[in-house]
């Protein structure tokens, strides 16, 4: 059997940060290490707390839109049986499918509105007038 090799990258593509004063190299040896200033360290991680926010905010927009398409499918009692997948919000046939999928093995899931005349509210116009001693009378 011929042993399968995958393609990597010889050499990783890296940022290096600006030169200036608030980084240098310092040198021991074989080994060399990279200082940074405080200052530059902490506008990083104050960066990448920003960037981390905006990730978490996107991630919980998009929940809140994939439990908003189940919704407007009217299939599912609760949108939120359904799974968040990525997959669901741009493809509106793939959605479909994982509920239908979510439907068969559950189908106690579903929704369970009625659809159409069910005897009950108001059923249109009646030209007849109540004629409550007719009724009585039918009674006797």
């Known amino acids: 059997m011929p042993e399968e090799t995958v393609d990597q990258p010889d050499e990783i593509d890296t940022v290096d940060p600006e030169p200036g004063p608030e980084n240098t190299v310092v040198e021991t040896g074989e080994d060399a290490v990279d200082t940074f200033d405080r200052e530059y360290v ?29 919704r407007a499918t009217g299939r599912l009692a609760d949108p939120s049986d359904l799974p968040f997948d990525e997959a669901h919000l741009d493809d509106d046939v ?39 001693a007719a009724m009585l009378r039918a009674r006797a």
Do not use: F, M, W
């Open 42 to 70: 902490e506008k990083l991680r104050q960066e990448n707390g920003r960037y981390r926010q905006r990730a978490q905010r996107a991630d919980t927009l998009a929940q809140r839109l994939h439990t908003e398409l189940v």
């Open 94 to 132: 793939a959605l479909g499918i994982a509920i239908d999928r979510l439907l068969t093995a559950k189908p106690h899931l579903a929704s369970r509105r009625p659809v159409g005349d069910i005897g009950q509210g108001a059923t249109g116009s009646t030209s007849e007038t109540v004629d409550l």
